[in-house]
């Protein structure tokens, strides 16, 4: 069972947490909880170091956001023996969670289970957590933000559980954030591919990774919410409803911003060039489009996230020369819209819908990307609500579901 920020908020939550716990403890499971800081002590960690440093060391960054875990994972024990039950709390390390050295997005390398068994064998509710780990020289290190979840499903997937619950503040996977468009519906179920898809194109109900491991694990995911009892979202295999939609869901990014370099080279290496010199600074770039010019020049435009748009920019100046490109342009406030769904594959027409309902509003598209069951389009982000609603309304995504034959 994974408890989110907003649901391990106060220790009067916490008690509703501990609820949830021993609900499932007398029920004759053996239970790991992990739990996400509370409500927003990761913000406001990130906003102190902001003070001290544009650019702080991201081993101390990590050392400083463990913090907020830590705070929950004994609270919450507190609570759990104040109620008359054995429960012992683990950090990441302590719960042998070992990760690759690379500070503020590691990824989950192994986990030593020997640590934790003796104490669920005996019958603890063993609670870990969430969000870190460490590397083989011992230095701390965090998952990236909304890294619980794969903290979750790693566990899970390493103690062979039956399945993994995240509880959050929402009841499930909706066909989009239901605090954008009101029409969102809880989806019953949603493939892991279509999953992965969502949360890497901005869903942030799971960690991308989250989903990632639990498909590799065929490892049952569903999220819940912590607050009533109503069913959640199952993510699994294979999803037998909803045939007949080709889109599931719908995702989005705001901070998107486009970049342009006119005038480079037509040659085979300008490209590889640019990408180079960027990918040297672990600068994720997205959305490609180049254009060819005339025989001689072509243009190139990607996005990237605002972030780290300041870097961008001072890699390519500094390298204007050796790139021999004209000029270079950026554009920001953009949006990355994303409609999702396994059934696209095999229907033609979706992108072509996509494109129409969006010029029908006068939306204006400028960078497309797709792949066989996503397609995404940046657009103006002051549009971004009217896009969401217009797709929501194309596609029927607030329709109930129905069973085809
Ligand atoms: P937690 O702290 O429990 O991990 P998060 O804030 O990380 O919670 O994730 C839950 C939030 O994800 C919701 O409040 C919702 O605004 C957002 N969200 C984005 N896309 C979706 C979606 N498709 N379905 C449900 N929630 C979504
Ligand atoms: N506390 C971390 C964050 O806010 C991890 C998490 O909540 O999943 O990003
Ligand atoms: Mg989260």
């Not at 959305?287 to 990607?302: G, K, M, P, W, Y």
């Amino acid at each position: 069972m994974k408890f989110g920020g907003t649901s391990v908020a106060s220790v009067e939550r916490l008690q509703k947490v501990a609820d949830r716990v021993i609900k499932k403890k007398e029920a004759g499971n053996q239970v790991i909880v992990v739990v996400s800081a509370m409500g927003k002590t990761t913000d406001s960690l990130v906003s102190m170091a902001g003070e001290i440093s544009d650019r702080p060391s991201k081993r101390e960054m990590d050392v400083l956001l463990s913090t907020g875990e830590q705070v929950t994972i004994a609270l919450l024990s507190m609570v759990l023996i104040e109620r008359g039950y054995d429960a012992i709390s683990f950090t990441g390390w302590q719960a042998g969670i070992r990760t690759e050295a690379v500070h503020e997005s590691a990824r989950i390398a192994s986990i030593d289970t020997s640590l934790i068994r003796p104490q669920l064998k005996k019958g603890s509710i063993v609670i870990v957590a969430g969000f870190q780990g460490v590397t083989e020289d011992g230095a701390i290190t965090t998952l990236g933000r909304g890294g619980s979840d794969t903290s979750a499903v790693a566990l899970a997937a390493a103690f062979g559980a039956q399945r993994c619950e995240i509880y959050t503040d929402v009841t499930g996977v909706f066909t989009t954030d239901p605090r954008y468009v009101d029409k969102a519906r809880k989806l019953k179920e949603i493939s892991y591919d279509e999953m992965l898809e969502m949360a890497y194109l901005g869903a942030g109900v799971l960690h991308p990774r989250a989903v990632e491991y639990a498909k590799n694990s065929h490892l049952e995911l569903v999220v819940c919410s912590s607050f009533s009892d109503e069913e959640g979202t199952v993510i699994k295999e294979e999803v037998s409803m909803e045939k007949t939609k080709s889109v599931r869901g719908l995702a989005f990014e705001k901070n998107v911003t486009k970049v342009t370099l006119l005038g480079l080279p037509n040659n085979v290496t300008a490209v590889s060039r640019v990408f180079d010199a960027i990918a040297a600074k672990h600068i994720n770039i997205d959305v490609i489009v180049q254009n060819v010019l005339d025989e001689a020049r072509t243009s190139l435009s990607f996005t990237v996230d605002h972030d780290v748009l300041d870097e961008t920019l001072d890699v390519l100046r500094e390298q204007e020369k050796e790139l021999e490109y004209h000029q270079m342009i950026f554009e920001s406030e953009l949006a990355k819209v994303s409609i999702v769904g396994s059934g696209m594959a095999s229907n033609p027409g979706v992108a072509a819908q996509m494109f129409h309902a969006l010029a029908g509003k006068g939306i204006k598209v400028k960078m497309i990307s797709t792949s066989e069951i996503k397609v995404s389009t940046i657009i103006d982000e002051s549009k971004l609500l009217l896009a969401l609603d217009t797709l929501h309304e194309t596609f029927h995504l607030a329709e109930e579901e129905s069973v085809s034959l």
